[in-house]
Nanobody, 124 residues
Framework: VQLVESGGGSVQTGRSLRLSCAASGYTYSSYCMGWFRQAPGKEREGVAAIVIRDGRTYTADSVKGRFTISQDSTKNTLFLQMNTLKPEDTGMYYC???????????????????WGQGTQVTVS
């Protein structure tokens, strides 16, 4: 299983970024996938998750209304659209996956088996 994130960068407050996660090496449709972030000195925080098979999505309260998780199942790719970015959104963003048709607990990092290498997002 491989997860490769891309799309991070440095942006000003209020701008947008879209992160991508290319998945390979497994049957994409039978997984729960999530986005997590980690700022220096802080715990890894779940921000969004999606059940690949039926498209159910979950968004953490801290980013609700600004971040949207989506997928392109034809390309085995996961996205995180991040709008109205704030300095507190700064951190390393990780894509994660676990082989199950539900996402629970959806924002606990220990619930996920596979992780990408991360992509840095800096908001100033």
């Amino acid at each position: 299983v491989q997860l490769v994130e891309s799309g991070g960068g440095s942006v000003q407050t209020g701008r947008s970024l879209r992160l991508s996660c290319a998945a390979s090496g497994y049957t994409y449709s039978s997984y729960c996938m999530g986005w997590f972030r980690q700022a220096p000195g802080k715990e890894r925080e779940g921000v969004a998750a999606i059940v690949i098979r039926d498209g159910r999505t979950y968004t953490a309260d801290s980013v609700k209304g600004r971040f949207t998780i989506s997928q392109d199942s034809t390309k085995n790719t996961l996205f995180l659209q991040m709008n109205t970015l704030k300095p507190e959104d700064t951190g390393m963003y990780y894509c994660a996956a676990v082989h199950r048709d539900y996402c629970y607990p959806m924002f606990s990092y220990y619930a996920y088996t596979y992780w990408g290498q991360g992509t840095q997002v800096t908001v100033s």
